[in-house]
């Protein structure tokens, strides 16, 4: 019996060929690399970024996340909170698969009521009397206010007066000379009811003159008077924003700047603050404390920035110390972010960013002085105790 042979498939590859696949390979890994360092080295602004994708990975907890890894490893339920730890992870798909939390009603009505999405903000710690009602809101100017530079007539300016801080001894503490907090204002021109004649919408509360900036001018005295040094920038951004065409939404771009260019000529910065009023009336921003009239204050943090979390901490800090001293004067910390809003307001610049909303647009100066004496009374004291645990020894700073 004889076998045929059959013939056989012989493929040949050359050396030439796995060396331009290789490299090919290369090629691609380094274009993505260059690709991804770009795109993340870019102003945040500029950056390549998707609202839905955001909104997704935003309802992804991190309770959620380690308690599917227990799932694979039971003994980390232990590090997990009593209770039903599958409701976790079901309740977290139906937020992600219907936009819909079974721990927040306002989420089956947001989209169907018209302005309903203001209240999409979340409360961080809240203050006495604070709930999704009456939280933080800032309404922008009617178009043509913004364009038209139209100021309204002053009236109760020899009302303004300067409350009695008493006696002023010189600080057992200073930075010696060192600029290391930096006020500003996106919203530089918001204004006061009481002091702009014949206006009563708080959407027209806006002037040139008598605006927010006069609160920076004094929580720059206060901080010298405990020995903090810190420069108040008194940029126009509405007028920049008139100049150049821009609309309200923009503010914060244009802070930016500054706040940019503050960075980068002192090194010694520590803090920025940047100063704004509600809009709300007088009734949700005024608290009488031991027979005085007190602006209240709220602290709002950007959610969607990457210093989220040390923002938030720090604000929940100083909003405990103010409670302390002057119960009911804050109205808590809030964070704001999502579709439709800006949700970094400045803040990725520096986990030590705060967005202070003092009074509103009924208030008096004379309120909110009284408001930025305790803050910057309280905050102080926890800038001197923060420098005590960083340096024990007490040598930075002059004595």
Known sequence: MKRR???????????????????GILALLLFVFS???????????????????????NQFS?????????????????????????????????????????????????????????????????GEGTNYTNMPYESSPPVDVLNEERDASLQNLDEIEEPDKGVTNQPNQTTNGRKVVEIYHSH??????????????????YHSKINITKLGERMVEDLADKGIGSSLDKTDIMGNL???????????QESRKSVQTALATNKDLEYLIDIHRDSKRKKHTTITIK?????????????????????????????????????????????????????????????????????????????????????????SEFYWDAKAVDNPTGDSEAQ
């Open 291 to 379: 027979g005085k009239e007190y602006a209240k204050i709220a602290f709002v943090i950007g959610g969607n920035n990457p210093n989220y979390e040390k923002n938030a901490a720090l604000a929940n800090k100083i909003h405990k110390a103010l409670e302390k001293k002057y119960p009911g004067i804050s109205r808590g910390v809030m964070k704001q972010g999502g579709a439709g809003q800006n949700g970094v307001y400045n803040q990725d610049l520096s986990g030590n960013s705060m967005l202070l909303e003092i009074g509103g647009v009924d208030n008096t100066f004379e309120e909110m002085y009284m408001t930025v004496d305790a803050f910057t009374e309280v905050f």
């Open 188 to 205: 530089n021109r918001e204004s006061y009811l009481p002091y702009l004649k014949g206006v009563t919408d708080p959407d027209l509360a």
């Open 242 to 252: 008139n100049n150049k065409g821009l609309n309200y939404a923009k503010s914060y």
């Open 5 to 23: 042979n059959s013939p056989g498939i012989i493929t040949a590859i050359h050396g030439s060929t796995i060396i331009k696949t290789f490299l």
């Open 62 to 126: 991190g309770k959620m996340l380690f308690s599917m890894l227990a799932n694979e490893n039971h003994y980390l339920f232990n590090a997990l909170p009593e209770g039903n730890q599958e409701s976790i992870i079901t309740n977290q798909l139906i937020k992600v698969s219907t936009n819909i939390s079974l721990e927040d009603p306002r989420s089956l009505l947001g989209r169907e009521l018209p302005g309903f999405s203001i209240f999409d903000n979340e409360i961080l710690v809240a």
């Open 35 to 57: 690709v991804s360092g770009v795109m993340t080295s870019l102003r945040p602004e500029y950056r390549i970024s998707s609202n839905s994708v955001h909104t997704v990975a």
